[in-house]
Every structure is written in structure tokens, then in C-alpha cells.
């Protein structure tokens, strides 16, 4: 039989390479959190390092849209980097296309904006006059000159922010020719890349965090999937009813509807607005038959498509939605309440998966 020393030597053996291994982790993880940071008050620093932070994002976005059709592709026995390069080309060509028929109707409504702000600075001041009668009461007057500066700051800063938009689209080709490039290689060594980030992690905590991760991408892409689709219907029927009701700008309105139509409950509010202001100038009529389309469009959106398309990828309570979009736009503005909503979704499943595995 074995000495009871030699157990002992075999314990303190164990015991030693358990702390040595807690200690390495340590130092990894110490390591990990500080080059976080360096790498966080850089990004804060220097704006060239927030440009390419920006583009590795867009990038990602792009490809983790399109990795389902690649998945697709490569379990139809397409090689993978060939099939990410076919969708890379496609993507380029459905960009190119669409500009192409989009910018010269976009340079021509735009040439459109100042005659357009002209008039509703005209149909503002009309709306003013008739609160004469009331701008006797001193806070009356105080509250009605103040929302008259604050209504031309805003329609100013607007309609420049589109002009400049539209005006300097050239200047960007560079963002057009590196965001395919990085994006193709998002699709092309996805798996190296994830390998890559899970070797951060202790070997034993790999597998469930593997399976976290892969339930919140099935979460994330079905949400981001049916926004994308749902906010392209959106689009489209927002231009056929500006058509139809032959109100100017119809292209500019019903871009700038679909992106908005991307944020829950205030998104259809702010992407309607526009299209009835707009409207307004042709005639009240015009504008109350814009109102009740564009509602009703809403109404069938998010009823009856919404449901059927998103399903139960959300799975949040309203007011935990509201609250994200409010924190989203006051860190980000308008981007900010983009990606609210879908943080919070990864973050849901996390918790949820976090207390299924650990407790």
C-alpha cells in the first residue's frame, strides 16, 4: 500500500498547480481589462481611431446581416471565402445600383431644400401671426418667441445637416472601398476570429460560453433580419402614398422614414413628421390625407407585419424598450437608439443564459 506522505506530496502537488493556474488567470485577466482600457482612452483621444472603430463596426453590422446567406451558400458546397466573395460582389453591385437610380432623384430634390425651408419658414411665421391675440399675456409672448428660435434653429440645422449629406457623398469613397474589404474578411475568418476572442477565456468555460453566444447571434440576427425587412416595406410604401399624394421629396421622405422606422414606438413619430410638414406646404389637405396614410401604414406595420415577421425576438417589456432608447439617444443620439434595442436583447440573453448554466 502507499504511504500516506506519498498522498499528501500528490495533494500538495494538485494544490500547487491550482494556484499557479489561478494566479496565470489572474494576471490574464488583469491584462485583458487594462489593454480594454488603454485601448478605450485612445479611441476617447484620437478621432482616427474612432473613424476606424467606426468602420469595423459598420463592417461587422454588413457581415453579421449577411452570414446567414453565406451559411447557406457554403452548406450547398460553395467554398467559403468564394461565397463571401460572390456576396461581397453582389453587395457591391445592389450599392452601385441603387445609387445610380437614387442620387440623380436625390441631387434634384435637394437643389429643392432652401426653396422648400423658405417656405416653411413663410407657413411659421403665418402660424404666428395668428397667435397675435394671445402674445399680450407677457409669458405668453416669451413662450411663443422662444419656440419660433428654436423651431428656425432646428429646421435650419435639418435641412443643412441633408444638403451636407447629400453634397459630400463623394468625399466618402474611401469608407466605399475599405468597409467591403474589412467586411469580407468578417465572413470569410469568422471562425478564426472567434476562436481568437474565446482564447481570452479559461478552457472550462469555453463550451458554455460558445453556446451563450450562439443563442444570443440566433436572437440578434432574427431581429436584425426582420427590422431590415420591415424597414424596407416601410420605405417603399412611404414613397408609393408620397406619390400617390404628390407631395415634393418623395425619395428623401421615404429614406429618411424607413431609418427611423428602425427605432420602437418614437421611430414611426419622427419618420412621419417630416412627410407632413412637407406636405403642409402644398395644402392642410395634403397634409391631413399624409397623417391618416402614414398612420395607417404604422397601424398595418406593426399589427399585423411586425408580429408575424419579428416574432418573439424581443421579448421585452415596453418600458425596459423605452428606457433603452432614452439612454441610447442621450449616449449617442440618433445612433444610440438604434442599437438600444438590440444591446439590450444580447444583454437579456446573457443574464438569462448566464443564471441557466451557472446557478
Not at 160 to 170: E, Q, S, T, V, Y
Not at 254 to 277: D, E
Not at 300 to 328: A, C, F, Q, R, W
Amino acid at each position: 500500500m502507499p504511504k500516506k506522505g506519498k498522498y499528501s506530496d500528490i495533494i500538495k502537488i494538485v494544490e500547487d498547480d491550482m494556484m499557479n493556474i489561478s494566479k496565470n488567470s489572474a494576471v490574464k485577466y488583469v491584462l485583458i481589462i487594462a489593454i480594454f482600457a488603454a485601448g478605450a482612452l485612445l479611441v476617447a483621444k484620437s478621432s482616427v481611431l474612432r473613424e476606424m472603430l467606426y468602420l469595423i463596426f459598420i463592417s461587422f453590422l454588413i457581415a453579421y446581416t449577411l452570414k446567414p446567406i453565406e451559411i447557406k451558400m457554403v452548406n450547398a458546397g460553395v467554398n467559403k471565402k468564394v461565397s463571401a466573395i460572390i456576396i461581397i460582389g453582389i453587395l457591391i453591385l445592389l450599392v452601385v445600383s441603387t445609387f445610380a437610380l437614387l442620387i440623380p432623384s436625390l441631387f434634384k430634390e435637394s437643389l429643392n431644400l432652401n426653396a422648400t425651408a423658405a417656405s416653411i419658414q413663410t407657413l411659421i411665421d403665418k402660424f404666428y401671426a395668428k397667435l397675435k391675440l394671445i402674445q399680450g399675456n407677457r409669458t405668453m409672448h416669451l413662450l411663443v418667441n422662444n419656440l419660433n428660435r428654436r423651431i428656425d434653429s432646428e429646421i435650419a440645422t435639418v435641412f443643412a445637416k441633408i444638403f451636407d449629406f447629400l453634397m459630400n457623398m463623394g468625399e466618402n469613397i474611401l469608407y466605399l472601398v475599405v468597409i467591403p474589404i474589412i467586411t469580407y474578411y468578417f465572413l470569410a475568418d469568422d471562425k478564426c476570429i472567434n476562436e481568437s476572442l474565446l482564447s481570452a477565456f479559461p478552457v472550462s468555460s469555453r463550451k458554455p460560453i460558445r453556446k451563450i453566444c450562439c443563442h444570443a447571434d440566433k436572437i440578434l440576427g432574427r431581429y436584425i433580419a426582420s427590422q431590415l425587412i420591415l424597414s424596407a416595406l416601410v420605405g417603399i410604401a412611404t414613397f408609393l402614398i408620397l406619390i400617390f399624394l404628390n407631395v415634393e421629396f418623395p425619395v428623401i421622405l421615404s429614406i429618411l422614414n424607413a431609418f427611423f422606422n428602425i427605432i420602437p414606438y418614437f421611430g414611426p413619430i419622427f419618420g412621419a413628421l417630416p412627410a407632413i410638414v412637407i406636405a403642409l406646404i402644398k395644402s392642410p389637405e395634403t397634409a391631413l390625407w399624409t397623417a391618416i396614410w402614414l398612420y395607417f401604414l404604422q397601424q398595418i406595420e406593426g399589427n399585423i407585419l411586425s408580429p408575424k415577421v419579428t416574432g418573439d425576438s424581443i421579448d421585452m417589456h415596453p418600458l425596459i424598450v423605452i428606457l433603452l432608447l432614452i439612454v441610447g439617444g442621450k449616449v449617442s443620439g440618433f445612433m444610440g437608439m438604434v442599437l438600444a434595442v438590440p444591446f439590450g436583447v444580447v444583454v437579456k440573453v446573457i443574464y438569462e443564459d448566464l443564471n441557466y448554466y451557472m446557478f
